[in-house]
């Protein structure tokens, strides 16, 4: 590692102590970066320093660090998670930037996304809403036949397609409505595709509309920012879906 | 009822008016275009023709098409005012990815597109703004009213002919984001079709553009008298 070459960075990073705190954007200076550090330990350099410095390090969601588990969520130049197609800021990778870079760093920022502190926001909303019925109901007993019921490869890759959210909330974070259309689309359609999931798909989708304005999300302009910035690239044919899935709702 | 009240539910009813304004462009435009020639009597024989229409069917159309819009710029103001609400605070730098002008400036669109409309109709429907050359309309013997004879004299001012032509600017970027949203909204669209309906929701738009351009240009470069 000695032997690369460094960077050193311009962060200009939003503080904010709580929810009521106004907040501001606070500048610091990366030293020592590498172009194999992830935009996450470019972080943890920064950090590091601070805390030595007897500073407040920056706070900010991460748990898995590999891509999967939803949790980091910045906006990094303007663009959740950094920009870099299907990829969430855990695994964006400082080779994507250059010496003397200057970077903002801003939390996810929706009306319905209340800040906690610094980066990190509170997306309990998403969780309501999946709790509204983004689930199948099903009765307890014997382990039902592994073939009992048979699902064409492609309907199963659709549901599948759906299913791959990972729940970060960047679709919101870029739709400049605040809108999780992206997010409830793909919940609603993970189901409303597969015979388990059609017999309650009228209920779900209404409810799931519901709890989505509800919780304070905007309403969908079809800018598709949504789709640009989902790390799993998920598509707003599922937007279109759950459209469709609601207007048929309306007549059952 | 959830079709007024919803999210998804508005943004049906903004498509559904949405398309069915667009179908009477097209109608309008279809109108417009036996300034061409191919109507036997041109312009004046299609105006004659939309006016011997019985009145209740007359009405009963002008009136559906003002509650069309009444609808779909209330909603729109409603949706526009909520959206706004839901994102307070802006991104330091703005990154947009996939929004264009076009989806980013709806709103304003459609106010000038209504501004444009008020205008037009009292320019030449009720013959309120230039009555000079709304006077030229003034039916003959047999009542049929000179629509060419009003509208050419009004294009041959530079300035409204201008004025036209700007107003289908603002409709082509209206309706170039509109037409595919609307499909979209209506859930009629899927990863093969959309890239299909953006390209078609542009052509369409541009289509719109260049038909309702040329009357006003064709009369001010005088090709038509």
């Known amino acids: 590692m000695s032997d690369h070459k460094t960077m050193t960075l311009t962060l200009i990073v939003w503080r904010q102590k709580n929810a009521n705190d106004p907040g501001k954007f606070e500048t610091y200076t990366a030293k020592g970066i590498t172009e194999h550090h992830s935009f996450l330990e470019m972080l943890d350099v920064v950090n590091e320093d601070l805390i030595l410095a007897g500073k407040d390090p920056i706070v900010f969601d991460h748990d898995c660090r ?4 939803g949790m980091c969520s910045q906006v990094v130049n303007g663009m959740a998670h950094g920009g870099q197609d299907r ?15 200057t970077i903002y760093i801003e939390p996810w920022r929706a009306r319905a996304f209340p800040i906690i502190r610094d980066l990190i926001v509170d997306r309990a909303a998403l969780d309501t809403i999946v709790q ?14 592994g073939n009992a019921i048979l699902i064409p490869k492609p309907v199963a890759d659709e549901s599948m397609d759906a299913a791959e959210c990972i729940g970060c909330g960047a ?3 870029g739709c400049p409505n605040g809108a999780a259309m992206l997010f409830t689309g793909s919940k609603v359609s993970q189901f409303a595709v597969l015979p388990q999931g059609k017999p309650e798909a009228a209920a779900r989708v209404k409810a799931l509309e519901k709890a989505m304005t509800d919780c304070g999300f905007g309403n969908c302009t079809n800018h598709y920012e949504c789709q640009a910035a989902c790390p799993k690239g998920i598509n707003v044919k599922f937007i279109a879906r759950m459209n469709r899935e609601f207007l048929k709702a309306q007549f059952s | 009822m959830q079709l007024f009240s919803s999210s998804i539910g508005r943004k049906i009813v903004m498509a559904i008016t949405g398309q069915c304004m667009v179908l009477f462009a097209i109608i309008h435009l279809l109108g417009n275009s036996t300034a061409f020639g191919w109507l036997t009597g041109g312009l004046n024989a299609y105006a004659h023709h939309l006016h011997s229409l019985p009145l209740p069917l007359l009405w009963g159309f002008r009136l559906g098409l003002l509650a069309l819009a009444c609808i779909h710029i209330w909603f729109g103001i409603q949706l526009t005012i909520e959206n706004r609400a839901c994102r307070t605070q802006q991104y330091a730098v703005k990154n947009m990815q996939k929004a264009s002008f076009a989806s980013e400036t709806m709103i304003w669109t459609g106010a000038l597109l209504l501004l444009f409309i008020i205008y037009h109709l009292l320019h030449f429907t009720f013959q309120v703004i230039n009555p000079e050359t709304g006077a030229l309309i003034n039916p003959d013997a047999l009542g049929h009213p000179n629509v060419l004879a009003m509208v050419v004299a009004a294009f041959q001012n530079v300035g409204i002919a201008l004025l036209y032509v700007g107003a289908m600017v603002v409709l082509f970027l209206h309706l170039s984001h509109g037409i595919q949203s609307s499909f979209q909204s209506m859930g009629w ?27 006003p240009l064709i009369i001010l470069v005088r090709i038509l008298k």
């Open chain 1, 66 to 69: 590999e891509g999967i588990c």
């Open chain 1, 87 to 101: 990829t969430t800021v855990c695994q964006l990778h400082m080779r994507k930037f250059k010496d003397g870079d």
């Open chain 1, 132 to 145: 509204a019925g983004a689930y199948v109901s099903c009765h307890t007993g014997g382990v039902p036949d």
């Open chain 1, 171 to 173: 679709c919101v974070a």
């Open chain 2, 189 to 215: 669209s899927n990863d093969r079709t959309q890239p299909c309906l953006i390209k078609g929701s542009t052509l369409g738009a541009l289509f719109m553009f260049l038909g309702y351009a040329a009357v």
